[in-house]
Structures are given as C-alpha cells and as structure tokens.
C-alpha cells in the first residue's frame, strides 16, 4: 500500500495542528520568518531563528515563513500522524 503523498497545502486545513521545527543549523538569520509572522517566530541572542509555538494551529502566516525561508531551515508536519505540510515530500 505505501505511505500516502504529502498533501499540497494551497490553504490551511481548519483543526489541523502543527509541529513547527527550525534546522538551527542551516537557519541563516535572515529573519525573513519573523517578518511573515512575528508573533510565530523569534530570534534569540544568536540571531536563530526559533518557533514561538513548537506545537500550533495551522496558520496561514506560518505556512507564508517557512516558503519564504531563503534555506528552507523550517519544517512542518502535522502533529499527530507526523506528515509533511512543508516542505513537501517530492
């Protein structure tokens, strides 16, 4: 049977929930994250990015970051069930 494709998120399933990771080590500090959703992103003393909310409601802002990462340093997966929301499994 296999494991189903990762969904393509063009919106935000209302009642999903979110685990939101940010790969410190290839996070550049662009802040590009903080600036789509600053009350979802922080930057600490090291200018790393970090989720203010590891575990969330999806949001719109949200999913807006973690596409406009310029290293794609956040990860989304369904909370739960683990699937990929971003980036998508190819």
């Known amino acids: 049977m296999g494991v189903p494709p990762a969904r393509a998120y063009s919106s935000v399933g209302a009642g999903d929930r979110w685990q939101v990771e940010v790969d410190r080590s290839v996070c550049i500090g662009s802040a ?21 909310e590891p575990e ?3 949001n ?13 340093a956040i990860m989304i997966t369904l909370l739960g ?6 980036p998508p499994e190819e």
């Open 32 to 52: 590009q994250c903080v600036h789509q959703a600053p009350d979802r992103f922080r930057l600490d003393s090291a200018m790393q990015s970090h989720p203010a």
């Open 60 to 72: 719109e802002r949200i999913l807006a970051a973690a596409e406009g990462c310029p290293v794609e």
């Open 81 to 86: 069930s683990g699937e990929p929301v971003f």
């Open 56 to 58: 969330t409601d999806a």
